[in-house]
């Protein structure tokens, strides 16, 4: 099944003629940027977003994978933080978010002859989690193309692929932008993102491996995977201690462990309670 959808999005793409992929470094962007390659060669382009969201470690993840994948890549320079609607931090900051990038690059795509964008948006991530991003690709019409949508590929499968065309992000972890780090409400700020951004790099360091640091106010709450947590333990103090002179004042570990949409779940909670 698998090999029969790389077929159909390589010839989906190939119709296009040339095509911007969003690329990020994640699992979902390289296997897209390399079918995309595969499909167009140098019609091609992977185009990454920089901006205060975006971490410096991922930045450089996705140089790497570019270039071994071997497409053309261009990094643009974009904030978040100057749209209003965003910085705020409302429920609907993801589609502000996304309809802001979307224009970014199909700006790029427009200017530099490109037919269309390419994102990577799967069939998994529609199943329970709050996603009003993609509302924002859906308004974009033909201009914006989701290939793993359209073939209703999800995320086991797309590792899969990865793993098929030898990529190594195959085995990289979920990762998300760092504004999924602040419950709703909680403005973003250029000093909280860089706290966190140190923060997660300093786990990194001490060799977690699916992490994440979610930032309520002078809090810090800490989800690691369930197999990770008598190391976290184990090395409390060293974490106390950094994250405190980040300038956290209370240091958490969450018991439910690591779960990708976790600031969602109140308003999710919520929509169920009112359904029933």
């Known amino acids: 099944m698998v ?13 296009r003629g040339s095509a911007v992929v969003a690329f990020s470094g994640g699992v979902d962007s390289t296997t897209l940027a390399a079918l995309a390659f595969e499909a167009l060669g140098e019609k091609a382009v992977a185009v990454t977003i920089d901006s205060p969201l975006f971490p410096r470690r991922q930045l450089e993840t ?13 990094i ?28 970014t690059l199909l700006d790029f795509a427009e200017k530099a002859g490109y037919n269309v964008v390419l994102e990577g948006t ?11 991003g993609y509302r924002a690709v859906q308004e974009a019409g033909d201009k914006v193309f989701s290939p793993f949508m359209e073939f209703d590929v999800t995320k086991e499968q797309i590792r899969e692929i990865a793993s098929k065309l030898s ?19 909680q403005p973003i700020t250029v000093e909280s993102l860089q706290r966190i ?12 491996s699916q992490f994440r640091v979610r930032m309520h106010e002078y809090l810090a709450r800490i989800e690691v995977i369930q197999e990770e947590f008598e190391d976290v333990l184990r090395k409390r103090e060293k974490i106390v201690r950094r ?3 980040l300038g956290f004042d209370y240091i958490t570990l969450d018991l439910e462990g690591f779960r990708s949409g976790s600031m969602d779940e109140p308003y999710i909670r919520e929509k169920e309670i009112i359904r029933h």
């Open 76 to 103: 643009l320079t974009f904030s978040q933080l100057s749209l209003p609607y965003f910085s705020a931090n409302t429920l609907n900051r993801c589609y502000f978010c996304k309809k802001a990038l979307l224009e």
């Open 62 to 74: 996705a140089v790497k994978t570019a270039c071994e994948i071997g497409i053309e890549h261009k």
């Open 197 to 208: 951004e140190r923060a997660e790099d300093f786990l990194y360091s001490l060799g977690f």
């Open 122 to 132: 799967n069939s998994s991530e529609l199943q329970g989690e709050y996603r009003p």
């Open 243 to 245: 994250l405190k002179s």
């Open 3 to 15: 090999t029969e959808k790389i077929e159909l999005i390589k010839e989906a793409i190939k119709a």
């Open 167 to 185: 990529l190594s992000a195959a085995s990289r972890p979920s990762a998300a932008c760092l504004a999924t780090r602040f419950p709703y409400g």
